[in-house]
């Protein structure tokens, strides 16, 4: 069949030419209309490859804000998980690696959420862990019925959700989880190309297995895959400071410098068999090349590899779109030559030898490659926008907003992902470049040194807390001084009856703005258009959006070189100001917090998911 590369813009007039993760996200929820479902003419079951694609359509939803995908995302889980948190073809006694995966998609709905069923479910699949069968040395087997193996492809299939389980339930997990990959790694690692065999047994009594050292005879494109897009995400919930966080970069470092130098140089993808380059019966096989470019290009973004390697996910991401797309009639792009399958030992007995690794069929849209072509066309989306905020830092303020709840610290954090946090816009700002940060002691201009948004939300009254932290001159003072120095501030307040104003108002005024009365917007039940607010055409900072929606908001009053931004009904509810080499941007309300940018609730017409993007935009340029 011939290869095209797809210029298609028939499935969303919002997807662009060029905007693969949302063409292939589309294709295969049109395949997979109501559950996705790995083995043909089966029933769904619990199953990696479901969890695989899933947290694919995670990333999409965090980049789009289009709520298709969380819904999609939550209808296929809810289909599994009872009241009780049981999880239906689900069986424990197997403990098999490959039913953690997707426990990932729990642990993301549980934090959106706060259903327990989600826990109970993750708490499940978290006993499995602990119950696991290991070798002499500590390893996981990667099944019950495959004992004393690790596979390179178990390490995906547990490690990521081991690390962020531990992160939400305060558990050390580390030791553990840093075990398992160096034990991976030392069982699998060939000296001489840097490459890692698909697998090891701890025991060397598999007939596959090396006398001498354990490992089987084959690299396998696939399982290399596995391995390095596990390592991208477990160091997302690993602490920086972690003494062991150096251990898991260095692994990446070294394997993907020798994937790199296995790369086609022609086609810039890579062979089934890496070790064969160009023998007969190898082929370029699909999901392995999406896994490299992903793990390549997400490792630069996050700063785990250096920028030369954006070299070779733009080559690969280039091949792919060359070797591996294909459109249907109806417009509906597929990925072709995804192996369908790389295994060891079983019935009939797997070698892992050449000829083994040729044997397996090719799919079309097979899940193992669908899913990894939408991760690795998610990050070179976003590598577009990387320069609009790289090497700028953007803090958000927790000394004057620092509520708890259940001794937690709740409203418009960083880390919360449910409606109440600020969890996306931080992703958003992320994918534009920027770091994040936080302040929770009063801010200087030596702690806001590095600093270019520093964003102040909804300062406490003691309605909130006991014990607020007021604006103060010398505050105001410190603020002002790192604005002129070119630093980029945002303020958010709130209903009156809702936030400490008077003092706000100390920092509001140095910048010709003053949050004051009246309050509009208020917005009985679903009557949406209560909450609307219209942007006006060729707007600085928002423009080509229309609507948006705001509620309870405090009106602005301005003076001196403070300019209206966005009026409603009669009054400034939006302000920007030009301040030395710094700019301002104030609004009456908290807004972008999550609750209001996700879409699940509020029409479409509304755009704040959008509008928060342009706002970051705006402050980081």
């Known amino acids: 069949m011939k290869k095209l590369i797809v210029l298609f813009l028939g499935l969303s007039t919002a997807v662009s030419a060029q905007n693969y993760s949302e063409l292939m ?53 809810d289909s599994f998980i009872d009241a009780n948190g049981n999880i239906r073809t ?41 119950a696991q069968p290991r070798d002499a040395d500590g390893g996981f087997w990667h099944k019950k019925r495959y004992p004393n193996q690790m596979w390179l492809d178990g390490l995906y299939m547990l ?105 086609d140089p022609t086609s810039g993808v890579w062979y089934q068999l890496p070790g064969y ?69 079983g019935v009939p007995y797997r070698d892992g030898s050449y000829d083994y ?50 001794g937690n610290r709740f409203h418009y954090t960083w880390e919360d992902r449910k409606d109440s946090g600020f969890n996306q816009w931080g992703i958003q700002f992320e994918q534009l470049g920027a770091t994040l940060d936080t302040l929770g002691a009063s801010p200087t201009r030596e702690n806001l040194k590095g600093t270019s948004v520093y964003i102040i939300v909804d300062p406490d009254s003691y309605k909130e807390t ?36 008077p003092q706000f108002n100390i920092l509001a005024k140095r910048f010709g703005i003053e949050f004051v009365a009246p309050n509009l917007n208020f917005v009985q039940g679903r009557n949406w258009e209560q909450g609307a607010v219209l942007i006006p055409a060729g707007n600085e900072v928002f423009d080509p959006i229309k609507k948006v929606y705001i509620k309870e908001i405090t009106t602005l009053k301005l003076n001196g ?11 400034v509810v939006m302000a920007t100001a030009k301040v030395g080499k710094g700019k301002v941007f104030a609004l009456g309300d908290p807004w972008l917090y999550t609750e209001y940018t996700n879409n699940r609730r509020t029409p479409l017409e509304y755009e704040n998911f959008l509008a928060a993007k342009k706002l970051a935009m705006y402050m980081l340029r």
């Not at 980049?63 to 296929?76: L, M, V």
């Not at 690692?189 to 047994?201: E, I, R, S």
Request: with cysteine; aromatic share 12%; charged share 25%.
């Open 25 to 77: 996200a589309k294709s295969i929820m049109h395949t997979h209309t109501d559950s996705i479902t790995v083995k043909v003419g089966k029933p769904a079951g619990w199953d990696y490859e479901q969890g695989l694609v899933l947290k694919a359509l995670e990333h999409v939803y965090q980049r789009t804000g289009d709520a298709t995908y969380f819904n999609y995302i939550k209808k296929n889980i």
């Open 90 to 130: 689900y069986h424990f006694d197997e403990f098999n690696s490959d039913n953690i995966t997707t426990g990932r998609m729990l642990l993301y709905l549980y934090q959106e959420l706060g259903d327990e069923r989600y826990k109970k479910a993750a708490d499940l699949l978290r006993k499995q862990i602990s």
């Open 159 to 263: 490690e990521p959700f081991y690390a962020e389980y531990g992160q939400i339930t305060q558990q050390d997990n580390w030791a553990d989880i840093v075990k398992q990959f160096q034990l991976m790694y030392k069982g699998a690692n060939d000296p001489k190309t840097g490459l890692l065999f698909h697998a090891y047994d701890q025991a060397k009594a598999q007939p596959w297995a090396d006398k001498s050292n354990g490992h089987s005879p084959n690299f396998w494109g696939r399982s290399m895959g596995w391995y390095v897009m596990a390592l991208v995400d477990v160091l997302d919930y690993m602490p920086k400071n972690h003494p062991s966080r150096g251990i898991l970069i260095q692994q990446l470092n070294q394997l993907s410098g020798a994937i790199a130098k296995i790369q």
């Open 277 to 345: 380059p160009g023998k007969k019966g190898n082929y370029f096989e699909a999901s392995c090349s999406n896994m490299f470019v992903y793990a390549f290009a997400k490792g630069v973004r996050k700063g785990y590899l250096p920028a030369s390697f954006r070299k070779n996910a733009e080559k690969g991401y280039a091949g792919i779109l060359k070797e591996f797309i294909t459109k249907d009639a109806e417009g509906y792009i597929h990925l072709e030559k995804t192996v369908s399958v790389g295994g060891l030992g």
């Open 357 to 406: 690794y040729l044997s397996e069929p090719l799919r079309k849209d097979d899940l193992k490659g669908v899913g990894p072509f939408i991760l690795a066309s998610l990050e070179m989306e976003i590598a577009k926008e990387l320069p609009i905020g790289a090497g700028k830092k953007v803090v958000l303020d927790y000394f004057f907003n620092h509520e708890t709840k259940n």
């Open 466 to 501: 006991a014990k607020p932290n007021f604006m103060t001159t010398k505050a105001a003072d410190e603020i002002e001084a790192w604005v002129k120095a070119g630093g980029n501030l945002i303020l958010l307040a709130n209903d009156t009856t809702n936030c400490e104003i």
């Open 561 to 571: 070189t403070a300019k209206p931004l966005v009026n409603h009904l009669g009054h």
